[in-house]
């Protein structure tokens, strides 16, 4: 938790704000234009932001910065807009002297950069957008948009709590109470409200066309936040764009294992990108985990393997035994335990075991969301 911080430094716009910039790794410049409501210090605090940021430094010079009024840039001089946020962006890149930069868009920040793309077709390499979006007003009905202003307005705990369910379906209550009271460190309740309306007025439809950067879209199929269908409009009209989707439902793309790797391949220009998602290698006798390898014992693969044969069919513990283990029943608590180890290699994917209490296991597809409660 105490790693080295980025180097911070302050950026003069030409609005009179003062923006906080935090920079770290080697190599070409990635910019990330602010999204949502962040802080430089405690993002890179948080495990997984910090390993998701720290993978994209071993293949270039990552560039984060707070928008004003929120984390440590100075306070916020007038109402944000589309026009406003994209002079932030030129007026940050400028700051780094140089002639060419990618762009990594999160969330709202990737309106920004596609319309600096669209601006500066020269000085763009690469367009990386995630759980992001063209048209703002398609993220939510107008009542609910609304009602969720209203609340942040009136009472930013439980705005900012509404927000960490909305943005963190799937991850344990922990990580949901420490993103809500990032939010609540990171700015007041007047800035958050701004910085929402301001997501839902961004629309960038008409720029699509005009973006020839190399483009990467990637978006969750069920993201609670941004719905894919944002993602599949914003592939279809960039000109050289590609989608990949990933499985689950949260909205913030660092808590998922191998996103960092994932940028990280798309950044290096690698044409055979690690496939997100879960996969069982029968030659290899491991799980594929969002392209990384996770090894299983020879109990675990069985086991697994037998499950995924047996789809949609319960499968008792004695069957287990006499199929994986070759002996009669003995009991049931060394196939739990093995069960519970495979869970725990599955990470996301560890609700694909379904436990049907007095029967066995049961496996219908590998799903994300949280462990089985019954295991």
């Known amino acids: 938790m105490n790693a080295a911080l980025p180097v911070i430094r302050f950026v003069a716009c030409r609005s009179g704000e003062r923006v906080a910039t935090a920079r770290h790794g080697a190599g070409p410049l990635l ?18 932001f910090r390993r998701f940021f720290t993978r994209l430094g071993e293949v270039a010079t990552v560039l984060r910065y707070d928008r ?38 999160l969330s709202c920040g ?40 209203d609340l942040v307005r009136a009472h930013w705990g439980a ?46 439809t008409d720029l699509l066309p005009s973006v020839r950067a190399k483009t990467t879209v990637l978006h969750r199929r ?15 009209g960039l000109p050289n764009a590609r989608l990949v989707t990933l499985e689950g439902r949260d909205h913030l793309l660092w ?25 069982l290698d029968r030659e290899g006798r491991c799980v594929w985990l969002d392209g990384q390898r996770v090894d299983l014992t020879s109990l675990e693969y069985g086991t697994l393997a037998l499950l995924i044969d047996r789809t949609g069919r319960v499968v008792s513990r004695d069957e287990l035994l006499e199929t994986v283990w070759k002996q009669a029943h003995s009991g049931s608590n060394v196939v739990d335990a093995v069960v519970r180890s495979i869970r725990k290699k599955l990470g996301r994917f560890a609700a694909s075991l379904e436990t049907v209490v007095g029967h066995g296991y049961r496996f219908e ?9 019954t295991s």
């Open 68 to 105: 004003p009024g929120v984390g440590m840039s100075g306070p916020s001089g007038r109402p944000r807009s589309l026009e406003e946020e994209v002079a932030i962006l030129e007026d940050v890149i400028a700051s780094q002297n140089v002639d060419r930069v990618s762009l990594l868009g």
């Open 222 to 236: 069920h993201d609670r936040a941004i719905a894919y269908a944002s993602g599949h409009a914003l592939a279809l």
């Open 159 to 204: 705005g900012s709590r509404a927000l960490a369910d909305v943005f963190l379906p799937d991850a344990d209550a922990e990580l949901r109470e420490a993103f809500s009271q990032l939010q609540r460190t990171a700015t007041d309740a007047a800035t958050a409200a701004d910085v929402l309306t301001l997501t839902y007025a961004m629309d960038v």
């Open 31 to 48: 910019v990330c234009p602010a999204w949502w409501v962040g802080h430089l210090e405690l993002d890179w605090q948080e495990p997984l």
């Open 365 to 373: 597809g590998f799903r994300a969301g949280g462990e089985d409660a």
């Open 110 to 149: 990737g309106p920004p950069a596609i319309a600096f793309a669209s601006r500066h077709p020269d000085r763009t390499d690469h367009l990386v957008l995630a759980g992001t979006y063209a048209r703002g007003s398609a993220i939510a009905p107008p009542k609910l948009r609304d009602a969720l202003l």
């Open 255 to 279: 808590v998922q294992e191998g996103a960092g790797d994932l940028v990280a391949a798309i950044l290096s220009n690698e044409e055979q990108l690690p496939e997100p998602g879960c996969r």
